[in-house]
């Protein structure tokens, strides 16, 4: 099985920055496209950025595009997630995911197979 690990997260005031980490352990053979996902309190789950790691290939939801940078280390096996000028509406729940779905639908939960248990990120204004 493949296992991912959050960190990074913490608290920033509006305007700042925090890098996310996901470590990424396992065979990852059957997976190509890793994600990052939020969920606040009393919200859905909703996609934020996803990478294609054959190519590199990025998605970004519309809330975080020019804001949030996904990219991947593979000689480390680590994701990122660089987000800059936070805001308090970026205060949620952030979770890694792996998996092979359709790159179209790389914001729907069921493209990932594996998911991080979370690092929690709160931006104060």
């Known amino acids: 099985p493949v296992e991912l690990v959050e960190s990074g997260g913490g608290s920033v005031q509006a305007g700042g920055s925090l890098t996310l980490s996901c470590a990424v352990s396992?065979?990852?053979?059957?997976?190509?496209?890793m994600g990052w996902f939020r969920q606040a309190p009393g919200k859905e789950r909703e996609g934020v950025a996803s990478?294609?790691?054959?190519?590199?290939?990025?998605y970004y939801a519309d809330s975080v595009l020019g804001r949030f940078t996904i990219s991947q280390d593979k000689a480390k096996n680590t994701l990122y997630l660089q987000m800059d000028s936070l805001r308090s509406d970026d205060t949620a729940m952030y979770y890694c995911?792996?998996?092979?779905?359709?790159?179209?639908?790389?914001?729907?939960?069921?493209?990932?197979?594996?998911w991080g248990p979370g690092t929690r990120v709160t931006v104060s204004s």
């Open positions: 990478i294609y790691i054959t190519d590199g290939t990025t």
């Open positions: 995911a792996a998996g092979r779905g359709l790159l179209r639908n790389w914001a729907n939960r069921q493209s990932y197979f594996y």
């Open positions: 396992g065979n990852t053979y059957n997976t190509y496209l």
